[in-house]
């Protein structure tokens, strides 16, 4: 069946793409979509859609999750709700996961299995409608099952040969590369709170941090993403590598079902996290990429692991310099800042270990202050500012060190 499954996404972009030609985004059907439970805990989906698409079906185990990908599905006026329920289902998103492709996620309380799956094209009317059923099983034959179809990391460029040069000096006229990573995006909505969305607030803020710093000139600013799409933490990271950043920071704005977290704060890179609350938002944020579907197995070996701790010495005091310059900047501009404004904790997305890296959750989306901050855009101008001083004032106090060491 796995073997089945890796398969079955080509050979449906062959049938269907011969079946008719496609003009326009896919819709769901929401009067055709639906879950229903049939013998011994069997569960059935059916989704409707306006037109046949190439799709592909794969599971996940730990936690067990079941993944549809589409190319391409327009979600709009389709809710969740609109599927039913059925037991052993027990979440499910969906959204845009990358440029072109669609993906919806089901979380499995229990071990349900593909059995059958299947799209048919109504060749009168283009509509197609897609049929899974789930059986199902013990733990040992779902995790025989599941498995991605291929590289899980799938979104990362292809490996390249090359040769290891020593990181150089930039000269003084060479623009600071600044790579700005607008947390979350497409099926990883971020924090939610009162219609608004992470995702699309640290979007729209990291644009307009990006025109500020350009505004100013000597910056080359470039974002992770500049659209409603995901990007895996892996991914974040190598583009910061591809641009050759001089630094990277990550934009958020997360929300806390417990205590009264309120103010920006600015996170640097540590194993141990400083608080509860930071160990919480660490473990939510590298949860990101299982939670759309990426699988993320593996460690980084021993060598690896002390080659990139020697790198971390020199960029460690350069992260920490950065840390306090944003806060400084941020305090001055706005005064809206965290009781404790700078934390650490393991965030993957800050592990390049020769860029200075930074999280900056701006605010919190379960403060009603803070909510009502990142909606005005005077407010979110201000602190887009605070941002582009503060890096700003640790370029310059960045260079006057580096030359004290040269001297």
Not at 10 to 37: C, I
Not at 48 to 66: A, K, Y
Not at 71 to 100: M, N, T
Not at 286 to 297: E, Q
């Amino acid at each position: 069946m796995r073997r089945i499954l890796s398969f079955l996404f080509v050979l449906l972009w062959a049938s269907v793409g011969h079946a008719q030609d496609f003009t326009g985004l896919a819709r769901v059907s929401p009067a055709q979509s639906k879950l229903s439970e049939g013998w011994q805990g069997a569960v059935r989906l059916e989704l409707g859609l306006s037109q046949g698409v190439p799709w592909r079906i794969f599971q996940l185990d730990d936690p067990r999750r079941m993944v549809l990908d589409f190319r391409e599905v327009d979600w709009s006026g389709f809710d969740r709700d609109a599927l039913g329920q059925a037991e052993g289902i027990s979440d499910i998103r969906f959204g845009q996961f990358r440029p072109g492709w669609s993906r919806m996620v089901f979380d499995l309380e229990v071990p349900l299995v593909v059995e059958t799956a299947g799209l048919v094209v109504d060749q009168t009317t283009g509509g197609a409608l897609l049929t899974i059923d789930l059986a199902r099983r013990s733990d040992e034959i779902y995790a025989r099952h599941a498995g991605a179809p291929r590289d899980p990391r799938w979104d990362l460029p292809p490996a390249v040969e090359t040769t290891p040069s020593p990181r150089q000096t930039k000269p003084d006229w060479a623009p600071i590369v600044v790579v700005l990573d607008p947390g979350h995006g497409g099926i990883d909505v971020g924090a939610e709170r009162d219609g608004t969305q992470e995702k699309s607030l640290m979007l729209q803020f990291a644009r307009e941090v990006r025109d500020s710093l350009r505004r100013a000139g000597g910056f080359d600013v470039i974002l992770t993403r500049d659209g409603d799409h995901f990007v895996s933490l892996e991914r974040r990271v190598s583009l910061a590598h591809d641009a050759g950043a001089d630094v990277f920071i990550s934009l958020h704005a997360d929300a806390l079902q417990q205590g009264h977290a309120r103010g920006a704060t600015v996170y640097t890179l540590s194993d141990e996290a400083s608080d509860a609350a930071s160990a919480i938002l660490a473990e939510r944020h590298d949860r990101d990429d299982i939670l759309a579907g990426i699988d993320l197995s593996g460690a980084d070996d021993e060598v690896a692991d002390v080659l990139l701790d020697l790198a971390r010495l020199e960029t460690r005091p350069r992260t920490a310099l950065l840390a306090a310059n944003l806060i400084s900047s941020m305090h001055t501009a706005s005064g809206s800042l965290n009781k404790k404004p700078h934390r650490v904790a393991g965030f993957s997305v800050l592990k390049a270990a020769d860029i200075p890296s930074v999280l900056i959750e701006v605010g919190f989306l379960s403060s009603p202050q803070d909510l009502a901050n990142l909606r005005d855009p005077n407010w979110r101008a201000v602190m887009a500012g605070a941002i582009r001083d503060g890096i700003q004032a640790w370029v310059d106090e960045d260079k006057a060190l580096r030359d004290l060491v040269r001297q």
